[in-house]
């Protein structure tokens, strides 16, 4: 919906998948929902909205790997996708 001019849709869309993912308490979806938020609101200029998501979805990683045993949560935290969300700016 972003790549199509429909922006306030997408973002509304990735609103709903953040809340769905919270409510089925999946912890990866809870990030990843909240990296793909963070991304589309900053392709729009939301600034202030994409760090508030990227912040949600960096501190659900470090959660989820705390909660792992030393040989997995270095798995997880190099995993391409996890080293990209923890970016600064991401």
Same mark, same amino acid.
């Given at each position: 919906m972003l790549a199509t001019g429909r922006a306030d849709d997408g973002i509304d869309e990735l609103r709903t998948?953040?809340?769905i993912a919270d409510e089925r308490g999946s912890p990866?979806? &809870?990030w990843q929902s909240r990296v793909a938020l963070g991304t589309a609101l900053y392709s729009?200029?939301?600034d202030d909205g994409a760090?508030? @998501?990227r912040g949600d979805a960096s501190h659900?990683? &470090?959660t989820i790997a705390a909660s792992l045993s030393p040989d997995h949560q270095t798995t997880f935290l190099t995993a391409p996708a996890v080293e990209? @969300?923890?970016k600064p700016g991401g």
């Open positions: 998948a953040v809340g990866f979806g &809870r729009t200029g939301d760090a508030a @998501a659900l990683i &470090r990209e @969300a923890l």
